[in-house]
Nanobody, 112 residues
């Protein structure tokens, strides 16, 4: 059974940084893409970033380019989302998605 566990969220001031992690278990990991999504209160879940399996190519929502970096460590079955220069509008629950399975989410709050 595929299981995803996200971590790394928290409270950060505007302009600060966080690194989210998503650990995948129960599946071959390296060949599959992994996605990050986020959902703010009262809003729909939206795509944040994705990283490919075989070639680790990265894709980002346009508004996140230059601030967010997605990466993966296949030896640890882990995907990371480095978020810099965080803004209050980045406040949301962040979810990892792998092979149609969702993690439980990790909360990111950007506030002074």
């Amino acid at each position: 059974q595929v299981r995803l566990v996200e971590s790394g969220g928290g409270l950060v001031q505007p302009g600060g940084s966080l690194r989210l992690s998503c650990v995948v278990s129960g599946s071959i990991f390296s060949i599959y893409a992994v996605n990050w999504y986020r959902q703010a209160p009262g809003k729909e879940r939206e795509f944040v970033a994705a990283i490919g399996g075989s070639n680790s190519s990265a894709n980002y929502r346009d508004s996140h380019k230059g601030r967010f970096t997605i990466s993966r460590d296949n030896g640890k079955n882990t995907v990371y989302l480095q978020m810099n220069n965080l803004k209050p509008e980045d406040t949301a629950a962040y979810y990892c998605n792998f092979r149609s399975v969702w993690g439980q989410g990790t909360q990111v709050t950007v506030s002074s």
